[in-house]
Protein backbone atom coordinates (compact mmCIF):
# COMPACT_ATOMS: atom_id res chain seq x y z
CA UNK A 1 0.00 0.00 0.00
CA UNK A 2 1.53 3.62 -0.82
CA UNK A 3 1.60 6.42 1.60
CA UNK A 4 2.07 9.89 1.86
CA UNK A 5 3.54 9.33 5.40
CA UNK A 6 7.64 10.39 3.83
CA UNK A 7 5.81 13.53 2.14
CA UNK A 8 4.11 14.37 5.04
CA UNK A 9 6.92 13.47 7.85
CA UNK A 10 8.91 15.87 5.48
CA UNK A 11 6.56 18.89 4.68
CA UNK A 12 6.48 18.99 9.29
CA UNK A 13 9.97 18.63 9.23
CA UNK A 14 9.51 15.75 11.29
CA UNK A 15 12.90 13.13 11.42
CA UNK A 16 11.64 9.19 11.01
CA UNK A 17 12.85 8.86 14.91
CA UNK A 18 10.36 11.50 16.32
CA UNK A 19 7.33 10.21 14.05
CA UNK A 20 8.26 6.57 15.70
CA UNK A 21 8.54 7.90 19.29
CA UNK A 22 5.53 9.64 18.87
CA UNK A 23 4.01 6.55 17.70
CA UNK A 24 5.73 4.14 20.34
CA UNK A 25 6.81 2.30 17.01
CA UNK A 26 10.77 1.76 16.28
CA UNK A 27 11.97 4.10 13.52
CA UNK A 28 12.25 0.65 10.82
CA UNK A 29 8.32 0.72 10.80
CA UNK A 30 8.06 3.57 9.88
CA UNK A 31 11.22 2.90 7.22
CA UNK A 32 8.79 -0.10 6.16
CA UNK A 33 5.84 1.89 6.33
CA UNK A 34 7.44 4.54 3.86
CA UNK A 35 9.04 1.94 1.58
CA UNK A 36 5.34 -0.10 1.17
CA UNK A 37 7.14 -3.11 2.61
CA UNK A 38 4.77 -2.82 5.53
CA UNK A 39 1.04 -1.84 5.99
CA UNK A 40 -0.35 -0.38 9.35
CA UNK A 41 -2.56 -1.99 11.81
CA UNK A 42 -6.02 0.22 11.60
CA UNK A 43 -4.49 1.62 15.19
CA UNK A 44 -1.70 2.38 13.81
CA UNK A 45 -2.79 4.09 10.98
CA UNK A 46 -5.40 5.95 12.99
CA UNK A 47 -2.58 7.38 15.33
CA UNK A 48 -0.52 8.41 11.98
CA UNK A 49 -3.55 10.11 10.46
CA UNK A 50 -3.98 11.71 14.29
CA UNK A 51 -0.66 12.47 14.08
CA UNK A 52 -0.46 14.45 10.97
CA UNK A 53 -4.19 16.16 11.36
CA UNK A 54 -5.49 14.41 8.21
CA UNK A 55 -7.72 11.36 7.41
CA UNK A 56 -6.50 7.79 6.69
CA UNK A 57 -7.57 8.57 2.93
CA UNK A 58 -5.82 11.35 2.69
CA UNK A 59 -2.48 9.21 4.05
CA UNK A 60 -2.88 5.58 2.90
CA UNK A 61 -3.26 5.34 -1.14
CA UNK A 62 -5.63 2.18 -1.47
CA UNK A 63 -5.01 0.56 -4.65
CA UNK A 64 -6.83 -2.44 -5.54
CA UNK A 65 -4.80 -5.41 -6.63
Known amino acids: ?5 QELRKQN ?3 QEELAA ?3 VT ?3 IISL ?4 YNAS ?3 AFKIARF ?12 EE
Open 52 to 63: FERSIEEIFLYE
Open 22 to 24: ALG
Open 13 to 15: KVT
Open 42 to 44: LQL
Open 34 to 37: ENGK
Open 1 to 5: MKTKI
Open 27 to 29: RQT
